[in-house]
């Protein structure tokens, strides 16, 4: 009997997917667990697994873009047909990932495979392993069930066994070429479309994994002009690799999916904005001393950013109303304080979430926010990552920006902006003190709260940002 094979809905705030390859092609004979495709989300980039047997028949193309539940592929059987007039059906939810719960020594579970769950195993006594992590696994041998997996439920992902490689190896280069190199099917296809040999490309993922983003710098210096005998001083400039005058760059996936939650928040929320200043001198000094004292210690100094969310979490408690979401006519305040950090990517934003940043050490959120923008970059988020923040932090003090307006994201009641450290000056009768000042912006939904609990929240981050041993301590 025919089988529907339907896009599926991955997460909560799913609205759209794109195909990005057809790993089974018309006529391929495949199995329950055998990948069918690659499909783009708004926030991953995942591979979708058969969960029947049947011979495989595609009804749409490559680069479609649909909704979850529209019927993608037929698996049939002996000299069935696919049926005709395939519409789309209802979206089928998916088990959503599980929260992992956060406590004494396990803060970074999210991140470190080696602190997740246990493999698990299906009802029939399937291992919980993507194809791509048992093809990785049988090339170079690893026993599957030694490996804890950071997937949705324990499953094991083909990061998990490039990560337990690169432990058994002695500390390779990240730019020597690695035996057996391991190259996705998108990343072989964006190379063939750049016009890319992916053997003279070096990987900077893990064991030297070749990234979409290696592919692009690759790409990148073939488009470069040829420039005769450069003076060694002056090298030529790299050739830009974003988008380029004559493009058309469709609202499709990510991007997409930032136009329309952009739009539906300012047209959903009434939307403020303060701006505060804050003095971090204090803080500045910590740093620089913490340079010092844990120079060669393996331990990574915070951040200002990561000292803000330290304060944002501790804040939150105080003030709930702007950790809370409105639904049917309600302001639900929040019992988790779940930071999402904003993070730009080659192709558009992401917001990956520290969880329980009030309970959170400093150092553990340093850790953390370090990692989650290293998956950000390479492409490796899941999905349980990107979910359930109650508050964002986003900065652009890097980019020399002061102040700015940051849009809520829709769900959250307020968002902070972080802006640059510049040199104030506080008066002390007619003796100027030269300071360093911290601008905050904090946008926020009037519908919920008003502008005097915005500004006492903001006076709150400034007062422990202003008291920087409080947050490495406390």
Do not use: C
Not at 214 to 233: K, N
Not at 237 to 261: C, E, S
């Amino acid at each position: 009997m025919a089988q529907e094979v339907l896009l599926p809905k991955l997460g909560l705030t799913m609205e759209e997917g794109t195909i990005i390859e057809w790993v089974a092609q018309s006529g391929d004979v495949v199995k329950t667990g055998d990948i069918l495709l690659r499909l783009a989300t708004d926030k991953v980039d995942v591979e979708i697994e058969a969960e029947g047997d049947g011979r495989f028949e595609p009804v749409v193309p490559e680069g479609a873009t649909l909704p979850p539940g529209a019927v993608i592929a037929w698996l049939l059987s002996g000299d069935e047909r696919a049926p005709t007039g395939s519409v789309v059906t209802a979206a089928v939810a998916l088990p959503a990932a599980p929260v992992a719960t956060v406590g004494d020594g396990d803060e970074l579970r999210d991140l470190d495979p080696a602190a997740g769950a246990s493999p698990e195993r299906q009802g029939n006594g399937r291992l919980l392993a993507s194809p791509n992590a048992k093809r990785i696994a049988g090339d170079v041998g690893i026993n599957l069930t030694v490996l804890r997996g950071s997937g949705p439920g324990g499953r094991i992902v083909s990061e998990d066994v490039e990560e337990e490689i690169a432990r058994q190896r002695a500390a390779p280069s990240v730019n020597s070429p690695v035996p057996g190199q391991f190259v996705s099917p998108l990343v072989r296809r964006h190379a063939s479309v750049s016009g890319v040999d992916l053997s003279t490309v070096r990987g900077t993922g893990l064991s030297g994994r070749i990234r979409r983003a290696d592919v692009e710098a690759a790409a990148a210096m073939l488009a470069a002009p040829a420039v005769a005998a450069p003076a060694p001083a002056a090298p030529a400039p790299a050739a830009p690799t974003g988008p380029r005058a004559g493009q058309v760059v469709p609202l499709t996936g990510m991007r997409g999916a930032i136009a329309r939650n952009m739009h539906a928040s300012l047209q959903e929320m009434a939307q403020l904005t303060h701006g505060y200043e804050a003095e971090v001198g204090g803080l500045l000094a910590l740093r620089e001393r913490l340079k010092v004292e844990w120079a060669g210690s393996g331990v990574n100094v915070p951040t200002i950013n990561d000292f803000v969310i330290r304060a944002v979490g501790h804040a939150l408690v105080e003030h709930p109303m702007l950790n809370a979401t409105i639904r049917d006519g309600a302001i639900y305040l929040l019992e988790q304080v779940n930071v999402g950090v904003a993070v730009a990517v080659s192709d558009g934003l992401v917001v990956p979430v520290v969880r329980d940043a009030d309970r959170q050490p400093l150092a553990s959120i340093a850790a953390q926010t370090r990692a989650l923008a290293t998956a950000a970059r390479n492409g490796t988020l899941t999905l349980s990552q990107l979910e359930g923040a109650t508050f964002v932090v986003s900065s652009l003090g890097s980019y020399g920006v002061d102040f700015f307006t940051p849009v809520v994201n829709p769900g959250n009641t307020g968002i902070l902006g972080v802006g640059r450290v510049r040199d104030g000056v506080r008066w002390e009768g007619d003796v100027p003190h030269r300071t360093s000042v911290l601008t905050l912006s904090l946008s926020f939904d009037h519908r919920a709260v008003d502008g005097a609990p915005a500004a006492q929240f903001l006076r709150s981050v400034s007062g422990l940002l202003a008291r920087p041993l409080l947050l490495l301590a406390g």
